[in-house]
């Protein structure tokens, strides 16, 4: 009688070995006669030294496009390409929390292997358009300008647009530590390897680590691994949303995710349509950020995007594809960021496309009124600086000069520092003053 183990275990079993030959390398591309798998799947290649691990991304004229996990040195013509048996699979389960993890769910911390983790596959399909239920109840960040002016919805997708340098990493450090969420899933994508270090150390700190899951894919790592993280990090976080928890899931950027995918485009022979950009760069994001947000349980993935925007121009083509399937955005204001003021969120160009649903119709009106008062002052500020402006010749301007100062230190928030909603509205309350 065979034993029941030994059963199981060939039933397990591929009878068929799916395989091919590398023909050449193309740049960071190997292509393959074979074997025959869908996109998205992985392979070994076998050649000198240890087996390495590539994912299919292409076919072209009956030969198969490859993307290594790795280098692509000591790779040679005629080595042995066998499939693996399906795509990527990632651990995920509370013992993630606290860890550091790459793209492909190696341990990065040197605290070992994952206790009690599950295997997850990165790809999902997003949760269906009429099965998500509304997004009403406000998940408090504790960044006072947000909350007062822009609140956030449990379910809700925020961008995050700015140029480098004008703090969006200690933003999301700030609301890894303090906002009204069971776990944080944070993905580096693309980020320098030096950058990483800090984040974690120095701007997130091991309080913010303690409830958080990170990510890290730095730009030296394949395209292939860094596009891997941010899907990674939306399993992680489909993970935790579907044991009915509440998940602030951020990711710093979706322009390093565009360029990953650039060149696994590129190699895989498509021709650029927008700044070097091929369509494939565009197409994965909605299928990407939309997979945030709520479903059909309690549970929901509070989703923060960050676009680094070239030259601070937030019409980029990333920018604008990116604005367009969120539920508001963020603008980080370079000219704020050099008033030292932070963070840097510019009331004028920022916007939550939830707030009249989740603010109480008071509320709504102040953060108009505030949002009013700043873009007048906007408007006479070349007047006000060199003195040209006479005060009582217009009665809205008099009253955006007078709270200028108010509402400036109203967005200024000191790092370290929780403001909750209410007393965010009472401080917003007060910066207007007699104008509300």
């Known amino acids: 009688m065979i034993h029941t183990g030994l059963r199981e275990a060939v039933a397990a079993c591929d009878p068929f070995e799916t395989s091919g030959v590398v023909l050449r390398v193309v740049g960071l591309a190997v292509v393959a006669s074979g074997p025959a798998l869908p996109v998205g799947d992985t392979v070994a290649i076998h050649g000198q030294g240890t087996p390495r691990t590539a994912m299919v991304t292409g076919f072209r004229e009956g030969e198969v496009i490859l993307q290594p996990l790795g280098s692509t040195d000591g790779i040679r013509a005629g080595d042995r390409v066998v499939g693996l048996g399906g795509p990527l699979r990632i651990p995920v389960g509370p013992g993630l929390i606290g860890r550091i993890i790459d793209g492909v ?11 009690g983790a599950a295997a997850r596959g990165l790809h999902a399909e997003p949760p269906p358009a009429l099965s998500r239920r509304p997004i009403d109840t406000v998940m408090e960040t504790g960044i006072r300008s947000i909350d007062g002016l822009f609140p956030v919805g449990r379910g809700q997708r925020m961008g995050i647009f700015a ?38 150390n120095k701007v997130l700190g091991p309080e913010g680590l303690a409830r958080s899951v990170v990510i890290a894919a730095t730009s030296d790592r394949p395209a292939v691994e860094r596009l891997a993280a941010a899907q990674a990090a939306h399993a992680v976080a489909e993970h935790f949303r ?6 602030l899931m951020m990711m710093d950027s979706v322009t390093r995710l565009c360029q990953a995918a650039r060149e696994i485009g590129l190699a895989a022979g498509e021709a650029p349509v927008s700044r070097g950009f091929p369509p494939s760069a565009f197409a994965i994001l909605p299928r990407l950020l939309e997979r945030a947000g709520t479903g059909e349980g309690a549970g929901a993935i509070t989703a923060f995007y960050t676009v680094l925007i070239e030259a601070d ?12 399937i969120l539920d508001g955005h963020l603008f980080l204001s370079r000219r704020l960021a ?10 004028t160009l920022s916007v939550s496309r ?13 953060g108009l009124k505030a949002r009013e008062l700043v873009s007048e002052y906007e408007r006479l500020r070349d007047l006000v600086e060199v003195g040209a402006y006479k005060t ?45």
Do not use: W
């Open 242 to 247: 579907d044991a009915g928890l509440q998940v």
């Open 105 to 115: 769910g190696r341990p990065l911390d040197g605290k070992g292997p994952i206790p």
């Open 313 to 324: 121009d937030e019409n980029d083509p990333v920018g604008d594809t990116v604005r367009g």
């Open 392 to 436: 009582g010749a217009d009665p809205r301007a008099d009253a955006a000069i007078a709270a200028h100062p108010r509402l400036l230190a109203f967005l200024r928030q000191d790092v370290g520092v929780r403001v909750g909603r209410d007393q965010a509205l009472a401080d917003l309350r007060a910066a207007i003053g007699a104008a509300a």
């Open 338 to 347: 050099g008033q030292a003021i932070y963070p840097a969120i510019d009331p």
């Open 354 to 366: 939830l707030a009249v649903d989740l603010c109480r119709p008071e509320d709504y009106r102040l």
């Open 163 to 200: 140029g480098s340098g004008v703090g969006k990493s200690t933003l999301l450090a700030e609301m890894a530590r303090h906002a009204s969420a069971d776990v944080n899933v944070i993905a580096l994508v693309g980020e320098r390897g030096r950058e990483v270090g800090e984040f974690l």
